[in-house]
């Protein structure tokens, strides 16, 4: 029947949405997933770059670091509302990544993960000395998410009242790369990836696929760094700082490439890690690290064929 | 004047720091094809065990040294050994995001052992200040200089005269037809990731005693490093070595002149400026 | 596909061992489910020169390569190598040229960014040659002269021919028992072509096993005392040159004579 897988899913995103009343309806549960929710949308901008098209964006910060800045700037310092500062925050990091984009063109893999983590120092330092975002303090007192849709206000003073929204984006990201990975670019990007060779002899520009995948993945990250604006209510240079960079890698490659879940549950995964199981930052980075090494070691297509090797054999 | 000649040989015992730290790296490149994102903490690790060895055993500083040379050659070596499959897979991608993770890992361990304090590498060199004229600078500088001089002087003489130098050649050129010569090229690859292990602990044990160290020190204060071997091309010798000295005169001039925050940044600017202008000069 | 004159391969068996310099027993070769090669046994013994002969496609690259163990490409392998009666079949390709195995591969072949000399210099001093003929670089270059001129200059300078004399040059300089040469008359003139062959046919009357995979069957006629026909990855044919240059379906397909 194929209304089944339809269907399905639509009542999984339902029920999901309860999840943390499932999980006791309290703060943290509601706090704890909202931060999976945003770190997952981010993992899925990388997503789309590492797994679909084979390389390794190490920049990808500062597309979150722009959605991020973009909305505190705008809703502190100009009063904008959620919606406009939304707009903003897309329009910024896609405009940067088209930026970005342009400047890497002809760059070959290797070196283009050398300037896109490059493009996360110069951020950084930027930010640390532009009076105009704070400098080193950073944008604090963001208000709170605010927007009115037909005459109805929506507030969301509280991680609880946050998690709708970063439920809804959630579902708009899973239903952007399921829509990417059917696409014809999904395809291109997947034979470049593959045959590079193959791609430019059937007429395929990688050089022009991988702009395009950049900057359609570059609101993803934007989307992820507007949320966290709202949700943190202070963003600081540390946005654009390897933190994030490494729990989005290491969430992308952990569970299965190129899945459509696999990142949600890598982020899921070590967030609930670190928010719950923490021995302290130090032995996070030794864990997160440790876990990369495993993986593309012993495990190169993610901890998910543990597995499907039992699977196999039963 | 006395301020641009000071500036000038500024830049240029920074530009010999910088040598030092981009040779493992380059050689890493150019020979093996090979990637170690984790090269700014083996740095942080190699300022560690060094300080370590002086302030807690009271160990001369040259035995200090060689202590932190060989945990960094062990560990390199033992990076090697745990990417084996992968180096053979050529898989750039994973060794890359490998690496970044070993960084981490290597990041923690010496955060749990060493502290998150900042600590200052007091050597015999740098605690002497030498004056001439108007001009300031220290033994570790001089030092510094003398190193750099010397390792690329040696690495330079191995590659273009000796055995093992037109052996490591073979295997950057080719490494299944190096296997046809009689070439372990399995072995070289462990022994150029532990030389480069080797080398950037001995750079960070000559160059960290210029400033105080961190355990969060790690890859943002290699990043540098990028520029030096891109520019200086991957695996050329005394490319490097040139390039290295044009980077350390700018970020100095830079800091000095124009504004010390925004000295790497524009460096990066360059590089990007350069990348775009010249993309192919950069085929390895 | 066999007449009166030529008799197909299932010979060579173990009790011949002791005299075989080079052993290949059940090779196979596969590319994911393709089966490149599969050869039963293939023997070549001291100072014998055999020709493999085939068209395009036919395997002979993958034969040899497989052989050392060795290729650009990912063919999963087996089968027993056996070198002076020792197995090597389990040793990666390095070791099995430190062992008197040597390969001159198609294509790229030499260091294009080392010199002539830098190319052959080292190799003689692989340790370990117990009784092999070694070849001084005095005894190189008296027999490739052209090197000897060359001697300064970059792979990359040299022409066709010359490389393919460094190829096989620097081969000797490992002290070989048994000499693989994969097509090396490729792109290479008639004249030069013979030299070349004429040079390694010599060095295999002094004692040196040879095994020759050619495209040129006229060339390989020459200098071989022995010649298989591989098609379709499998030796279908063997005999004397003049058996085989007689063979119908040998001349009919691969030397264009009407039969």
Redesign the interface.
Known sequence: MKIMKPLMTALLAIALFFAPQLMGGSNVSYSLLVIIGIFAILAYSLDLV?SDL???SLGHTVFFGTGAYTTAVASSQFGLGALETLMLALAASTLVAAFVGL?TL??R???F???T???A??SI??A??WMFVGGTDGISGIPPLKFSILGLDYLARTDQQLWPVVYLGLLATLYLVHTFRRSRLGSEAMTVQLNTGLAIMSGINPMLVRMKVLVLSAPLAGLAGWLYAYQRAYISSDVFG?YFL?IM??AV?MIGRRQLLCPLIGVALIITQEKMFSLG??????I??????LV??FF?GGLSRLFTRRVAHT | MENFIQQLINGLVIGHAYALIAIGWTILLGVARL?NFGHGELYMLGAFTTWWAISAYDIPYGLAILISMVIGGLIGFLMQL??L??TFRKD???I???T??????????A??LFGANGEILQTPLSSVDLYWNDLWFTYQDIAIVITALLMYGLTWLIIQYTRIGRMARMVAEDPPLAALYGINARLAYFLIFAFEGVAVTLAAAMVAPRSPILTSM???ET?IT?IVV?IGGIGNVLGNYIAALLLGIFIAFFSTYISA??A??AA??V??VL??AQ?NR?QA | MTNGCSKPIWGDKMNESAANVLQVLQLQARYGGNLAIQIEALNIRPGEMVGVIGANGAGKSTLVNAILGWSRGQPKISGRIHLAGEDISHLPPFQRVRKGLALVPENKLIFDQLTVEQNLIDSGTTQDTGDRRKFSMDDIYALFPNLKNRRHHRGSQLSGGERQMLGIAHALRLAPRALLLDEPSIGLAPMLVQSVLATVRELAQDGLAVLLVEQNIHAALRVTDRMLLLERGKLVLEGTPSELKINPVVAQVYLGRRA
């Open positions: 590492v084979g390389e390794v400047i002809k760059l893999e290797f070196i993960s050398l300037v983590y490059s493009l120092v110069i330092t930027l640390d000395n390897a490494l890698l290491t490659i930052a130090y032995w996070d980075n030794i997160l690290g440790t876990i990369i090494i593309l070691c190169p | 990637v745990i990417m499959r992968l750039l991608i994973a890359m995001i490998v970044l993770g070993f960084g981490k890992v290597i990041s923690g361990v955060s749990l790690g890859f943002d990043i990028f891109i925050a925004f790497t940044a990066f600017v590089l990007i990348l775009i993309p950069l």
